[in-house]
């Protein structure tokens, strides 16, 4: 930014503390400055070349002689190349479109060319006021003296036009002198500029420095491209008939250009990197994520350098943005706009600007539903971007001090700003951003608020959008820390081009950029003396550039280990504001969680900030989603506005079927972009387009089943439940059994089958076998593994009777498949056949075996069975169940537990003992007697004999939490064995867990305890009794659901309108009363006032009065002596004035 980094190198230049640059000749402070030209240059013999002193390039549709050369410097320059057609008259707010041919116009010297209009926020002004005293004040406290080399003399700014999309190509003079510049094949740097989309131009960082720091084998260009009003209106109304974003589209033309010309100019087409400053890398960041493809974009490299720009996202508040623009240009339609004499425009435009709020710039990038499919900072999360660039970005150390108000000193001051700079009205975000940001203290990075909130805008405008990067490119960029003291927003530019304050620092930036630009690795060509540039990585590793050297250090936006999970958008959602969505897929709003929540940590907040400001966007709705009915919310979804493309990115624009005429669903702040692109939120939060509740599994993950028959997902189920039950049991059985053969024959080699330590290495074998395969399998096939487990889950009817018959033949072949993989595996026998111990008698083992299955199927039916309340350790508890089971019975019975495990071995070595029936009456007998007891339990309702509930434990296991709803006291429909939708009121939900933290205490949502026979049915596969029932029934009882999931939303909805209704009240009736108070104190202050000023008068006057009487009095005591005075004469003299009484005193009433 132009207004910055002159000031900033100017004014600090005394940090400056190495050599210069090696191809300028100047002191340690050069200022800003641009190319000198000679008068003569070498003639240059080539076979594009004119007779004349310069190189000329002939394109298709134009010729272009070189308008300058650097001797110097050794770089040729062609200025003022077009890349667009003007985009006036007609083409005003319209997409560039190709050059028209000038080819009669001869060979063009590149004196013609236009800069975009530009605009500067007053604010911006009276910071550069304040800038320029602070480095004068710098400047002569150190003595320092600046100096301007040849190389980087300053130039007039070029003229303002809406006629502004140019280039200009700077080519080093020994590539031109070569004869073929086809061939060169040199790699490209197109700059594009920042300015806050308001301001700058290609002109003002010329690239000769730059080319040299690359050895002279680099090609740079410079582009315009449409700012302000011109370049990035957006809104219904404007895109009605005009499009937004213009700015982005000339920039994508510009590389469009480069494509197809740079070759002819010796650059690369294959070998571009893009780079630029502020809004110049915000651009970029929207030309990666460009429509949301994943297709490979216009250059191969980028490097974002501050990437900043401030979300807009909502139509209401760029339709207001529209309409103030065509206001101030006197207007009342979009044909008037296009109709407008430029100046008109840029007048308007520059109203608006000039009067920004301070920060602002007013206009910049729109989520346009096309070329802007949603913010760039999620379509980065999601992966909707092309994942073949290489990536190289930084940011300053303090980027946001100048765009923070400077009277921010106190809490108050700071909610304030935040409302202002995140546009919400939701006191939940403030409050949640300003835990995030606590007050200042000894353990905070700032001592100020005004520090403070300079934080929270640098890293919601700049800082996040480079961890958004790395983050998305898999850690596999490099990143660097700009800190220079004062290390402000836009410093690094005159590092960038060669003319830094601090030379050393200079040259090491230069190297990097260059060398990336060369090679994809800064490290590669780096500047002598500078250490290597480290890739970000899991580490997070920045490059600092300051002036006490280039350490790494880790990024200060990477450190919350919460965020290394997979993200979803729900959980961007609900763990940045406290919105937690519930199993039935609505949200609903809570209270802030408290500091000691494991993902709302104080404790290295850096990452979770950036989330929380990346999920802005869903947080500053007036009503949260459940407020919009289930239509509203499908026809809002983002795969109606923009389809899904072969790729599986966006495709690009469309308009949704249920508004044909336009993309704006609806003039409130949410709308399609914000929805996840792959799905419509209705989806992703398990429903389908007709609001039936998605069928699945586990309903907490949802799959697209509901459009499929019930029996035909059932039948799939089976069989997916079967082949996974089969290769389960056999992983489990394999090392089980492998572990218990190498025990025996290690024991039997020694002659010690009955040693402790044998005994423990079957225990081990068999319990850790079980519970690893458990984990592995039991959201496959449920890991039952073991047919007496298998009949416990069909009695208490979790199993249907055919998926209990597929799962027991598959468990009785998955043992056969064990056994025979272990005896053709190992080169010894196969001995793990179940056997009764010497002294043991048939009728011992049978009941050893019986109790042992039934402990084992026990544990599976209390901690397994209820899914809804099944523990995430089950696992583990049943594998040390089998475990303990092992230690026990091993030695006397052999402890099989187990049909599928005894019968294996005798199978495979063809070996049954006359008591192997033991092994299979005795867990089928252990099953029934454990599943009667555990329904003797149900049956006496044991949840309510101890007052806890195991589902607590579940949000220390990172499970899904249950949700209690408040509406619950309406019927709700339940299945009943004959598949009828029965409607029967619900049990009186359990109270919320509350969750205390010192001085907080918030409400964790609770699902409600429905009716267990629903809930454990609702998880598998429909009975097929239920799949027989009728069609009407089926009907009537989806219909139920329908109608009870309407009617919790309709209460939810109204509930929350009428909080905000209440709140609204009671902000309207303070407000009110305020006003009031502030409007009767001012009236009786101007009233005092007025009675001060009368009282005044009226004293002046009587003194004025009582001196006059005084004076005549001594006048006619000196005439006649009697000292009498006529009180006639004294009427007379006051007349108009006072009047005098009989005494010949003066009254203070006038006439």
Known sequence: MKWITALVSLGFCHVALAAPHPNVMSSDCDTEAMPSTTAAAPTVSQATATSGSMPTITLSYATYAAAAYNEQTDVYTFKNIRFAAPPTGPLRFQPPQSPVDETSLGVQDGSVGNTCYQSDPMWIVLEEIALASAAAAAASSTGAATSTSSAAAATPTPPQSEDCLFLDVYIPGGTVRSGDLSSANLPVMVWVYGGGYTNGYKDEFPGNLLINAADNQLIYVAINYRLGAFGWLAGPTYQSNATANLGLYDQRAAFEWVQEYIELFGGSKDDVTVFGESAGGGSLMHQLTAYGSTDSPPFQKMIPQSPGWAPQYSPRLLEAQYQTLQAAANC??????????????????????????????????????????????????????????????????????????????????????????????????????????????????????????????????????????????????????????????????????????????????????????????????????TPEFPVYGEAANLLELGIDGFPVVPDSNANARWLRQPYTYPQALSQAVGRHATSDGQYKVTTRPPSSSPHLTSHNPGVRRCLLLLSLPFTRLTLPCVSYKQQTMDSLALDHFVPKGPDGGIAGPAKSSAHPDSMWATTDDQYGALAPPQTSLDRALGHDRNGKKLQ????????????????????????????????????????????????????????????????????????????????????????????????????????????????????????????????????????????????????????????????????????????????????????????????????????????????????????????????????????????????????????????????????????????????????????????????????????????????????????????????????????????????????????????????????????????????????????????????????????????????????????????????????????????????????????????????????????
């Open 696 to 1151: 699945g599994k586990h309903h907490h993950i949802f799959s697209p089943l509901g459009r499929v028959r019930a029996h035909d997902a059932s039948l799939r189920n089976d069989f997916v439940a079967t082949i996974g039950e089969f290769v389960g049991t056999t992983m489990f059985l394999f090392v089980a059994l492998g572990g218990t053969n190498t025990a025996s024959y290690l024991a039997g080699a020694a002659d010690r089958t009955n040693f402790p330590q044998t005994i423990i290495y079957y225990a081990t074998a068999q319990g850790l076998g079980l519970l690893v395969t458990a984990f592995t399998f039991y959201r496959v096939s449920g890991s039952l593994f073991n047919p007496a487990i298998t009949l416990s889950l069909f009695m208490v009817r979790v199993l249907s009777w055919r998926r209990a018959i597929f799962l027991l033949g598959a468990q009785i072949a998955a043992g056969i498949a064990a056994s025979a993989l272990i005896d053709g595996l190992l080169p010894v026998p196969l001995v793990v056949s179940p056997s009764l111990a010497q002294g043991t008698s048939i009728t011992q083992g049978l009941f050893l075996e019986a109790f042992l299955t039934a402990y084992l199927c026990f544990t599976v039916l209390m901690c397994a069975a209820e899914k809804h309340r099944a523990t995430f350790i089950a696992p583990i508890i049943i594998g040390l169940a089998l475990f303990v089971i092992e230690l026990f019975g091993v030695v006397w019975s052999g402890a099989a537990v187990n049909p599928a495990r005894a019968f294996g071995p005798c199978v495979v070595t063809k070996s049954f003992p006359g008591y192997h029936w033991i092994y299979w009456a005795g867990p089928f007998i252990g099953s029934i007697f454990a599943t009667l007891f555990y329904v003797f339990l149900k049956w006496n309702e044991y949840e309510q004999v101890v007052a806890t509930d195991d589902r607590e434990t579940n949000k220390f296991m990172g499970m899904r939490l249950p949700h209690m709803h408040e509406h619950r006291s309406q019927p709700v429909p339940r299945r009943t064995s004959t598949g009828v939708a029965a409607v029967s009121p619900t049990r009186s939900a359990r109270p919320a867990r509350m969750v205390r933290d010192e001085e907080e205490a918030i409400a964790v949502q609770q699902y409600h305890d429905q009716d267990d026979d629903y809930e454990m049915k609702d998880l598998d596969p429909i009975p097929e009794d239920d799949v027989r029932a009728s069609e009407e029934t089926l009907h009537e009882q989806h219909q139920a659901e329908l109608e009870h999931e309407e009617r919790v939303q309709a209460q939810v909805r109204a509930d929350l309108e009428e909080y905000l209704a209440e709140k609204r009240r009671q902000y309207l009736t303070a407000h009110n009363a305020q006003t009031r108070a502030n409007a009767a104190s001012a009236a009786a202050a101007a009233r005092e006032q007025r009675a001060t000023r009368r009282d005044v008068l009226m004293l002046n006057e009587v003194a004025v009065d009582e001196s006059g009487r005084f004076s005549r009095a001594l006048m006619r005591m000196g005439q006649d002596g009697t000292g009498r005075s006529s009180r006639n004469s004294g009427r007379r003299s006051r007349e108009g004035h006072y009047r005098m009484n009989d005494n010949g005193e003066g009254s203070c009433k006038p006439w």
């Open 332 to 529: 009342t339609s979009l044909q008037c706009l296009k109709d407008a004499p430029a100046e008109v425009l840029a007048a308007a435009s520059n109203e608006i600007v000039t009067n920004a709020p301070y920060g602002s710039f007013v206009f910049g990038p729109a989520v346009d539903g096309t070329f802007v499919p949603a913010l760039p900072g999620y379509l980065l999360l999601i992966g909707a971007f092309p994942k073949d660039v290489q990536v190289m970005s930084g940011h300053n150390a303090d980027e946001g001090y100048l765009f923070t108000p400077k009277n921010i000193l106190n809490e108050t001051d700071f909610e304030t700003f935040v409302y202002g700079l995140t546009s919400t009205t939701n006191p939940a975000v403030v409050a949640e951003i300003a835990a995030l940001y606590p007050p200042p203290s000894s353990s905070t990075p700032y001592t100020s608020n005004f520090e403070r909130a300079s934080l929270v805008t640098s890293e919601l405008v700049f800082t996040c959008n480079t961890r958004y990067l790395a983050t998305a490119f898999g850690n596999n960029t490099y990143n660097y820390l700009f800190d220079v003291p004062p290390a402000l927003h836009g410093q690094d530019i005159q590092y960038t081009f060669g003319v830094g304050a601090n030379q050393t620092v200079t040259a090491a930036l230069e190297g990097y950029l260059t060398s990336f630009a060369r090679f994809g690795n800064p490290s590669e060509g780096r500047a002598a003396g």
